[in-house]
């Protein structure tokens, strides 16, 4: 089925630092979205991105969904502790029925303060 | 505004025993409902969703079924657990946009 790559897997930081993740896919993707989870949680949406070329932010968050269509990425600027999190891409692959979202292996970032 | 539930938080079931986890959508209708699975914090796999009342559809086969009662509930069942059913299992719905939106997640042990 469809797949998304995130990368990288692992982050480790220092606290100010920023940060920058990513996601690709083979297929073209009309919506992209992320996602932040932290321990026993369920995941909440960061940003959602609806147009090729859209830059989009949300405090130090920022994201922009690839001219390609096949790619997205995710930048935190001036990293803080509670940033701590795993980081999921995710989208809903063109023609699929229901809006089903197919998620990116997440990103998992930590910092050191 | 649009809030969901999903319990329980936690549970431990025998292998062998039935399972029931249940999940209600406020404020929206006609969501598109989703059962989610992820395994050791990674990864979220799609295993059940939902454009309708009765409308099931299945990713994965597997151990597991589920159930749309009502336009805004989503069961997850199961008649008799696996060991690798453990697992943390996360509901959502969806409108327009195909913006998804998490429970609280439920962690099921089965021992």
Known sequence: GQQLNQSPQSMFIQEGEDVSMNCTSSSIFNTWLWYKQEPGEGPVLLIALY??????????????????????????????????GIYFCAGPPLMEYGNKLVFGAGTILRVKS | SQTIHQWPATLVQPVGSPLSLECTVEGTSNPNLYWYRQAAGRGLQLLFYSVGIGQISSEVPQNLSASRPQDRQFILSSKKLLLSDSGFYLCAWSEVGARAFFGQGTRLTVV
Do not use: W, Y
Not at chain 1, 64 to 69: D, N, S
């Open chain 1, 51 to 84: 147009k090729a070329g859209e830059l989009t932010s949300n405090g130090r968050l920022t994201a922009q969904f690839g001219i390609t269509r096949k790619d997205s990425f995710l930048n935190i600027s001036a990293s803080i502790p509670s940033d701590v």
